[in-house]
């Protein structure tokens, strides 16, 4: 999705993020009339959602503004801030318990993440690094909402339509006051980014759904491995030793972290039986 942002050229951030949740939206819509699912929701849920859409929306115009002024890779790594205030949120809001091992295992996981941009991170610009951040801290807010909407069992995909939803709402006035014409190839390319969206949207709501931010978040860290790669690739972008080694952190922590969940999981078990 970030590349496909970047691709796009330049085009406010508003109209990026209006695209982006207009396909998720679509896609989201299908899959609730497949299901003859309702389209109102529940009056305890309410506050849930419209929180997870607010604060999803602010995280998306952040990342947005952030992947146009900086390099891909650093645009990554400011986003994925969320995962380690997804963690404190479910601490400080569901009241879910976090082990120390795990702790520390998200805190490895995003010193790795510092290794990715160490080279680059003195020289990004203030307010867009501010904004990055800020979209990360947004993000770890939502995600919270969505694991507390999991639990009072809303649907991911209800939970996906409602903010795509209300993301476009939001941003449609200044889409219609400040309109920038694109060309088909930009459009074909917002397009596409709203199918990555809608992929990663779709499958972030389901693991927050089913299992505690403790033990997803660190997942979350493999879009900056992904953002390197695609950097490379398609804009040239060459990662470096300390790059390499922060890539070699995250997926180790992410090993970690599975092994360690798996062995709790064992071991609640025997205590049960």
Not at 47 to 67: D, E, H, K, S
Not at 143 to 152: E, F, Q
Not at 170 to 187: E, F, R
Request: charged share 15%; hydrophobic share 50%; proline share 3%.
């Amino acid at each position: 999705m970030n590349m496909f942002v970047h691709m796009a050229g330049d085009l406010p951030s508003v109209q990026k993020s209006f695209f982006r949740n207009f396909v998720a939206a679509i896609f989201a819509c299908v899959l609730l009339v497949k299901d003859r699912a309702s389209f109102r929701c529940r009056r305890e849920s309410l506050i849930y959602l419209v929180f997870r859409a607010v604060f999803g929306t602010v995280g998306i115009l952040c990342n947005f503004y952030a992947v146009d002024h900086l390099v891909l890779a650093d645009a990554s790594m400011l986003n994925k801030m969320s995962p380690f205030f997804a963690v404190l949120f479910s601490f400080l809001i569901l009241k879910e318990k976090v082990t120390v091992p795990q702790a520390l295992i998200v805190a490895g996981a995003f010193a790795g993440s510092m290794f990715v941009v160490k080279p680059s991170f003195s020289n990004l610009d203030l307010i867009p690094s501010l904004l990055g951040l800020a979209g990360g801290i947004c993000a770890g807010a939502a995600y919270t909402m969505v694991r507390r909407l999991g639990i009072m069992g809303e649907k991911g995909s209800y939970i996906v339509f409602f903010f795509s939803a209300f993301s476009c709402l939001v941003t449609l006035p200044w889409i219609i006051l400040d309109y920038h014409p694109m060309s088909g190839a930009q459009l074909v390319i917002l397009l596409l980014a709203g199918l990555s969206a809608a992929g990663g949207q779709f499958s972030i709501t389901a693991a927050y759904c089913y299992a505690p931010a403790k033990e997803i978040s660190v997942y979350d860290y493999s879009q900056i491995i992904f953002s390197a790669v695609l950097g490379f690739f398609v804009f040239g972008q060459t990662p470096d030793g300390l790059s390499w080694l922060g890539y070699g952190i995250i997926c180790t922590m992410a090993g970690v972290m599975f092994v360690y969940n798996k062995k709790k999981e064992q071991k609640e078990l025997l205590r049960q039986h």
